[in-house]
Structures are given as structure tokens and as C-alpha cells.
Nanobody
């Protein structure tokens, strides 16, 4: 099993920045992909950004390209999501997820077995 714990969510004004963190523990050798999803009230969970542990690939949703950056610290088993120029539509619970995907970064939530509890990001105008 792999345990994931997110942190860093809070209330922020539009145009501001936040950095979310996710730390993995347990059988971390069994995963090679860590991603961020988000879910706003009344909406389905959507892919935000993802990265492979070996650094060979990252992927972003069109809605966050150019504003969000995913990075990882393999030594600490951590992944980060730097969010700049935040907009009210970025308001959501942000979830960290992980799995062994053999070099892929699926966009569907069903592609990941391990999930954190989520951290709330609220952007006000």
C-alpha cells in the first residue's frame, strides 16, 4: 500500500499563487506516476497535472497550462503543484494520486489506485 497526504490548500485571492505538496509513504517503490486531480462542487473529478518519477514526462490539463507547474523530489517522495495566476474557477478540492503506470499518465481517475484525502483550494475575486 501507498499512503498519500496533501497539504497547502487555503483561501487565496484571484491572481495569487499557492504551492500544494503531497508526500508518499509506504511501498513507494511500487509507483512511478504521481498526479494531481481536482473536484469542484457538483462536478466530476478532473485531471490537473501529472509527472513520472523518472522525470521523463509531465502532462497538464489545458485549463492550467502556463499557470501550474508540477515538480517532484524523489529523495523525499514528494510531488508539488505550483499554482500561479489563480482564478475563481480553480476553486476545488485538490487530490494527489499515484500508481504504477509503466510510463503513462492516464487522464481518468480510474487509472490511479492510491489517493490522498484532498486539500481545499478556494480562490476569491
Amino acid at each position: 500500500q501507498v499512503q498519500l497526504v496533501e497539504s497547502g490548500g487555503r483561501l487565496v485571492q484571484a491572481g495569487g499563487s499557492l504551492r500544494l505538496s503531497c508526500v508518499a509513504s509506504g511501498r513507494t517503490w511500487s509507483i512511478d506516476a504521481m498526479v494531481w486531480f481536482r473536484q469542484a462542487p457538483g462536478k466530476k473529478r478532473e485531471f490537473v497535472a501529472g509527472a513520472l518519477w523518472n522525470g521523463s514526462s509531465t502532462k497538464y490539463a489545458d485549463s492550467v497550462k502556463g499557470r501550474f507547474t508540477i515538480s517532484r523530489d524523489n529523495a523525499k517522495n514528494m510531488v508539488y503543484l505550483q499554482m500561479n495566476n489563480l482564478k475563481p474557477e480553480d476553486t476545488a478540492i485538490y487530490y494527489c494520486a499515484a500508481d504504477k503506470r509503466c510510463g503513462e499518465l492516464p487522464l481518468a481517475a480510474s487509472g490511479y489506485s492510491y489517493w490522498g484525502q484532498g486539500t481545499q483550494v478556494t480562490v476569491f475575486s
